[in-house]
């Protein structure tokens, strides 16, 4: 007869929620995140995230990010492992290797590193097949 408003939805499941480490936030150890995760702060370890990774401008990881998709404002010194789209966007500054399926780097972007797209990284799917479950 009544309806609960406290039903979940797929929406309102961990799995689809948003992890934001904000600014001024120092995090030192590894982060394994289920959904979606932006960084404004600062990560001393690596990431793996079975969602999209948001590098705001401000935000910096020292250490491998691997996720489905990526956005760098940001600082990243260690390797990139992207099974989709990978972009590096404004004043970003990437220091490590990339390997994505796609790439899209913006003029103002600075990138220092190999780059490994497209055909030369189809067993990237397969590797993080234990990371991210499509």
């Known amino acids: 007869m009544f309806k609960s408003k406290f039903n979940m939805s797929a929406l309102d499941s961990p799995v689809a929620s ?18 979606d995760i932006r960084i404004d702060g600062t990560l001393n370890g690596n990431l793996i995230a079975k969602a999209k990774v948001f590098i705001g401008p401000e935000g910096t990881v020292i250490g491998n990010i691997s996720g489905l998709h990526a956005d760098i404002l940001g600082n990243v010194k ?15 500054d990437v220091l490590g290797d990339i390997f994505a ?6 003029p ?13 990284v189809v067993g990237l799917k397969k590797e993080l097949g234990n990371v991210v479950n499509k």
Request: glycine share 16%.
């Open 18 to 35: 948003t992890t934001i480490i904000g600014a001024g936030t120092t995090i030192n150890g590894d982060i394994n995140s289920e959904g």
């Open 78 to 92: 260690g390797n990139l492992k992207i099974v989709e789209l990978l972009q590096l966007l404004g004043k970003c």
């Open 101 to 106: 399926s796609k790439l899209q780097i913006e």
């Open 108 to 120: 103002t972007a600075r990138f220092n590193g190999s780059c490994h797209t497209g055909a030369s």
